[in-house]
C-alpha cells in the first residue's frame, strides 16, 4: 500500500512539474513578444509618420495665433485738389483686418479635435502592429515545428528503410517496400524544404514589421496550450476603434463652428495720413496742416451660400460618421465572437489530435514488435506513418490558430 502511494506521489509531483515547466515556457515566450512588440513600435515608420503628422497639426496651433498682413499704402496726386488749407500732395495709408470676436479660439478647439483623433489614429496603428507581429511570431513558431516534424518523419522512414534493407535479405520485404519507403521519404524532404522555404519569406516579413534587417529570431522550442481561464470581456463601444468616431463627430462639429465664425464679419482698423502743401500768399492758423483720417471697415459675406452649403456637408458628415461608428461597433462585435469560437475550436482539434497521436504512437509500437516476430507490413507502417504525420501537422496548425485567435482577442477585448 505504501509503495501504490509513493508512486502516486511521485507521479503527481512529475505532472506538477511539468504544469510549472510549461508555464514558465509559456511566460518565456511572452517576454520575447512583447519585446519584439516593443521594437516594432519603436521602429515603425507608419506610426513614425502618424506622430509627424500630429506634431505638424500641433504647430497649426501657433500659425493660428497670427493676425492676417498689415497694409501699407503710399500714394502721390498727380493733379493735386486743393483745399482750404492747402493742396493735397501724397497719402500714407495703413490698414489691419481683424477676424470675427472668439474665431481664434473656435479655430484652435478645432485643430486640438484633430490632434485628438490623430492620437486615436496612433494608438490603433500601434494596437494593429502588436496583433501582426504576433501572428507573424506564431506563424514562424508552427513552420519551424513543422520542419521538426518533417526530419522526424524522415528519420522515421530512415530506420524502416533499413529494416526493409534487412527484410529483403531475409525475404520478410520486397524490393516494393524499400521504393515505397524511399519514395514516401523524397515527398517528406520535399515537403520540409517547402515550409522552410515558407519559414523564409515569413522571416523576412516579420524583420520588416519590426523594420530591422538580418534580424535573428529567437523562438521557443516548445509550445503549449495555457490553462482555460475566465476572461473578461468588454463592451465593443470602448474599443479604440469606436471610440474615434466620438472623437472625428467632435472634430466636425468644431468645424462647423468655424464655418459659423467665418460666416461673421471682419473688422477693419486703418489710418490715413495726408500730406497738405501750404497755400502760398495766405496766412492762417491751419495753413498746410497735414490730415490724419483714422477709418474702420467692416467685410459682410452678404453672398452667403459658400457657408451654407459647408453647414449641409458638415450636417452629412456627422451622420456618417455616426453610421461608421455604429458598423465598427458590430464589426468587432462580430470578429471578437468569430475569434472566441474558433479559440475554442483548436483547443478541442488540439487535445483530440493529442490522444490520436497517442493511439498512433502505440499501433507504431505494435508494428515494431511484429518485425521482433519476423512480420512487418510495409503498407501498414506507411499509413501509420502518413497517419501520424497529419496528425501531428494538425496538432501544430491547432496550436497556432489557437495562439492566433488569443492575439486577435486581446487586440479585440480592449
Given amino acids: 500500500m505504501n509503495k501504490i502511494n509513493i508512486k502516486k506521489l511521485r507521479l503527481r509531483n512529475i505532472f506538477l512539474y511539468l504544469m510549472l515547466l510549461a508555464g514558465s515556457l509559456y511566460d518565456l515566450q511572452a517576454q520575447q513578444l512583447e519585446q519584439y512588440i516593443k521594437l516594432a513600435k519603436?521602429?515603425?515608420p507608419e506610426i513614425k509618420a502618424l506622430e509627424a503628422q500630429k506634431k505638424q497639426l500641433s504647430e497649426r496651433i501657433n500659425e493660428l495665433n497670427t493676425l492676417g498682413n498689415t497694409s501699407f499704402g503710399a500714394g502721390y496726386f498727380v493733379s493735386q485738389p486743393e483745399t482750404r488749407t492747402g493742396a493735397q500732395v501724397a497719402k500714407l495709408s495703413v490698414q489691419q483686418s481683424f477676424p470675427w470676436f472668439g474665431s481664434?479660439?473656435?479655430?484652435?478647439?478645432?485643430?486640438?479635435?484633430?490632434?485628438?483623433t490623430k492620437n486615436y489614429d496612433i494608438a490603433i496603428a500601434k494596437d494593429k502592429l502588436a496583433l501582426a507581429v504576433a501572428t507573424n511570431y506564431y506563424d514562424l513558431y508552427m513552420l519551424k515545428d513543422k520542419t521538426q516534424i518533417y526530419l522526424k518523419n524522415i528519420a522515421l522512414i530512415?530506420?524502416?528503410?533499413?529494416?526493409a534493407l534487412k527484410g529483403v535479405e531475409t525475404n520478410q520485404a520486397s524490393a516494393v517496400d524499400v521504393l515505397k519507403l524511399q519514395m514516401k521519404r523524397k515527398e517528406l524532404i520535399s515537403k520540409k524544404e517547402q515550409t522552410q522555404g515558407l519559414f523564409y519569406a515569413k522571416s523576412t516579413a516579420f524583420s520588416n514589421l519590426l523594420n530591422q534587417e538580418d534580424l535573428l529570431i529567437e523562438l521557443p522550442d516548445t509550445l503549449s496550450?495555457?490553462?482555460e481561464k475566465l476572461t473578461d470581456f468588454n463592451d465593443p463601444k470602448i474599443h479604440p476603434e469606436v471610440l474615434k468616431y466620438d472623437y472625428v463627430i467632435s472634430s466636425i462639429e468644431q468645424e462647423e463652428k468655424v464655418n459659423r465664425k467665418g460666416a461673421n464679419p471682419?473688422?477693419?482698423?486703418?489710418l490715413d495720413y495726408v500730406f497738405v502743401e501750404e497755400r502760398p500768399g495766405m496766412v492762417m492758423?491751419?495753413?498746410?496742416?497735414?490730415i490724419i483720417m483714422p477709418m474702420v471697415n467692416i467685410s459682410i459675406p452678404i453672398?452667403?451660400?459658400?457657408?451654407?452649403?459647408?453647414?449641409a456637408q458638415n450636417n452629412i458628415k456627422v451622420q456618417e460618421a455616426q453610421q461608421q461608428q455604429e458598423l465598427q461597433k458590430n464589426l468587432i462585435d462580430t470578429q471578437l465572437s468569430q475569434a472566441i469560437e474558433e479559440q475554442i475550436s483548436a483547443r478541442i482539434t488540439y487535445q483530440n489530435q493529442l490522444e490520436n497521436l497517442n493511439y498512433a504512437e502505440q499501433a507504431q509500437q505494435i508494428l515494431l514488435q511484429q518485425y521482433q516476430n519476423g512480420i512487418l507490413q510495409y503498407n501498414d507502417v506507411l499509413d501509420i506513418i502518413e497517419l501520424q504525420l497529419t496528425m501531428e501537422l494538425s496538432l501544430t496548425e491547432a496550436l497556432n490558430n489557437y495562439y492566433r485567435q488569443q492575439a486577435t482577442i486581446n487586440y479585440l477585448n480592449q
Avoid: H, R
Fill in 42 to 44: 519603436e521602429q515603425s
Fill in 104 to 116: 481664434f479660439k473656435t479655430q484652435k478647439k478645432y485643430i486640438n479635435s484633430l490632434v485628438e
Fill in 158 to 163: 530512415d530506420s524502416y528503410e533499413a529494416l
Fill in 225 to 227: 496550450l495555457p490553462k
Fill in 266 to 270: 471682419n473688422i477693419g482698423l486703418g
Fill in 285 to 290: 492758423d491751419d495753413n498746410g496742416k497735414d
Fill in 303 to 311: 453672398f452667403n451660400k459658400k457657408y451654407k452649403s459647408i453647414t
